[in-house]
Nanobody, 121 residues
Framework: QVQLVESGGGLVQPGGSLRLSCAASGRTLTMGWFRQAPGKDREFVATINASGGSTGYADSVKGRFTISRSNSKNTAYLQMNSLQPEDSAVYSC?????????????????WGQGTQVTVSS
């Protein structure tokens, strides 16, 4: 059983940046970030494969967000730049028992509790 703990959320002004971290209790394969805003379904944000050499992004964040990982630290990151109010949501990291990228929540086996990101002036 892998436990995931997110950190780094908070309040930021439009155009600002935040970096989220996801610390895993053990070695993980593919990692992903998802978000859920009030009244909306959870949506895919980004994924990174086990080696860190392959990534994927939702169209809404492509060019603004960057997913990365440190396997030595069992940690995944989500660098978020040019944040907009529509990016406000609870961001959750997830891990799946596969070395390949995953784009849907059903593909993931383990989930963190989430961290709130609020973009507002």
């Amino acid at each position: 059983q892998v436990q995931l703990v997110e950190s780094g959320g908070g309040l930021v002004q439009p155009g600002g940046s935040l970096r989220l971290s996801c610390a895993a209790s053990g070695r993980t394969l593919t990692m992903g970030w998802f978000r859920q805003a009030p009244g909306k379904d959870r949506e895919f944000v980004a994924t990174i494969n086990a080696s860190g050499g392959s990534t994927g992004y939702a169209d809404s964040v492509k060019g603004r967000f960057t997913i990365s990982r440190s396997n030595s630290k069992n940690t995944a990151y989500l660098q978020m730049n040019s944040l907009q109010p529509e990016d406000s949501a609870v961001y959750s990291c997830a891990a799946r028992n596969s070395a390949y990228r995953g784009y849907s929540s059903e593909q993931y086996n383990y989930w963190g509790q989430g961290t709130q990101v609020t973009v507002s002036s």
